[in-house]
């Protein structure tokens, strides 16, 4: 095992404690990094709420090999990013539930590779867990709420807009009008079905303490997060202990933790095998052909004759681009990930006798 003494680092070394990460409403410490460091960036890709971050100290090191940091927790190196178990996201980070982290050190520069070896070239990530204190046994109990929306989206013509628009581009190429309103109407919005508001929450309750022996720490957690698509959401359990007691007048001390984690995530399929990018799909779903259609065998909208394609409604062409009704892309179409881990550690020290 590699003690991590700080008096051996000899590199430019960061700080973030375990009080700056727990008053974050933030699932995974990964994302409470930014801005809490200088030299380290937090990049997130997209919306996703299963995607981890992406995570770079001192900018890019690399073009063709992974440009992550060595993440080591209590002197255990860990997997990083996404396990690329199936097209949805396992990040094997957010296990750590934040409140469960005393402290993070971040080594940025070359000096790191002494103690940890070539996986230190992009950086060290040293993350210390909470332990029981010296005192009377503490009980804690934390939560955070709160709720994502799209910033902004675009602004797309109604029904009654489309047709004009639409017509107008069938007149000035002199063809006969192809869109039309039907009986009832019909105005969809389409990111009203697609986008939502995610409501997210989490809760964390704790038991420590310490006598001059023997000290403790045990945690649950729970996790839930919605995202702004309806097929995406993250749902996380966590528990965490840790004792050590020491013994024959200090000489030996012995400890045990155990990190176990159950994540539950949903998201959109992505890849060669998804059927329409939902952003770009929304964008060009059309404003006068509805959702549903109880007649279909689906109970969707989808074209009779192009089964790839958004039905036409009272429309006389099909969509262009056989662009596929993307809420029952949503629903249907979707990759669901459950993983359990555990990461158990054990370690004894045996202090010698002076002669």
Known sequence: MVLNVKKDVTSSISQIKGEALADKASPSFMQQMAGRAAGVQVISSSGDVTAPPKIMIRGMGTVTSSSDPLYVINGIPVTSGNLQYSYSNNNALADINPNDIESMEILKDGAATAIYGSRAANGVVLITTKQGKQGSTKVTYDTWMGVSKAAKLYDLLDAEQFVTIANEKYTNMDSNPQAFMDENNTNTNWYDHTFRTGFQHSHSISISGASPQTSYFMSAGYTNQKGLVINNSY???????KADHKMLKDYVSVGFS???????????????????????ASSRMLPNVAVYNPDDPTGYNIDSNDRKSLGKGANLRTIENTIPNIVWVLKKNKQENSSTRLLPTANIDIRPTSC
């Open 258 to 280: 155990l990190n176990g984690s159950m994540q539950n995530n949903t998201g959109p399929t992505k890849g060669t095998s998804s059927l329409s990018d939902n952003m770009y």
């Open 235 to 241: 749902e996380r359990y966590t528990f965490y202990a």
